[in-house]
T-cell receptor, first 112, second 111 residues
Framework: DAGITQSPRHKVTETGTPVTLRCHQT?????MYWYRQDPGHGLRLIHY???????DKGEVSDGYSVSRSKTEDFLLTLESATSSQTSVYFC???????????FGPGTRLTVT | EDKVVQSPLSLVVHEGDTVTLNCSYE??????LLWYKQEKKAPTFLFML????IEKKSGRLSSILDKKELFSILNITATQTGDSAIYLC???????????FGTGTSLTVIP
């Protein structure tokens, strides 16, 4: 357990509505990541953060924005959700003795 | 384009068999290669490899990295039904501190 929680764990929303997912860590790690996982695509990086207010895009960032105003929280926002954003979203931190990645429990998002 | 390819995509074995999972990569600024096990939840960390030829071992699982040929293998000996999962390979880079994941190998161990 790397002290990572995600909320909500499940969400169903309608196309066009804004959605914010929260990742919270308790261990003061500098790096935090948001991934989505879809069948046939594996885990794909959406955005990541290397410090408060320091973020960068991953390979599938279109349609997503992030914010990190505190070390412990990393928010992922879908400004206007689309059905293609139905997925399982994982937050991760980079920590441990060798700077490996550890994952949160995931959020299952369904956009109808 | 950076990519990580895992093979086979899926595998069905009997309890007690030994399996070898493969991960090849083409990534600039390689930093590390990681293996994860994913059951019906979040991926859990297994190994991190950074040096060629040095085997990492944990119980019945072991892994080795070949940085010259750009691949890694994950071996599982004396498989058990609890080994059934998707095994993910990821490569970490020095550029942007990103990790690139393969699509995974789905392992099913039948009694």
């Amino acid at each position: 357990d790397a002290g990572i929680t995600q909320s909500p764990r499940h969400k169903v929303t309608e196309t066009g509505t804004p959605v914010t997912l929260r990742c919270h860590q308790t261990e003061n790690h500098r790096y935090m990541y948001w991934y989505r996982q879809d069948p046939g695509h594996g885990l794909r990086l959406i955005h990541y953060s290397y410090g408060v207010k320091d973020t960068d895009k991953g390979e599938v960032s279109d349609g997503y924005s992030v914010s990190r105003s505190k070390t412990e929280d990393f928010l992922l926002t879908l400004e206007s959700a689309t059905s293609s954003q139905t997925s399982v979203y994982f937050c991760a931190i980079r920590g441990g003795p060798s700077y490996e990645q550890y994952f949160g429990p995931g959020t299952r998002l369904t956009v109808t | 384009e950076d990519k990580v390819v895992q093979s086979p995509l899926s595998l069905v074995v009997h309890e007690g068999d030994t399996v070898t999972l493969n991960c090849s990569y083409e990534v600039t600024n390689f930093r590390s290669l990681l293996w994860y096990k994913q059951e019906k939840k979040a991926p859990t960390f297994l190994f991190m490899l950074t040096s060629s030829g040095i085997e990492k071992k944990s119980g019945r699982l072991s892994s080795i990295l070949d940085k010259k040929e750009l691949f890694s293998i994950l071996n599982i000996t004396a498989t058990q039904t609890g080994d059934s999962a998707i095994y993910l390979c990821a490569v970490g880079t020095n550029t942007g501190n990103q990790f690139y994941f393969g699509t995974g190998t789905s392992l099913t161990v039948i009694p």
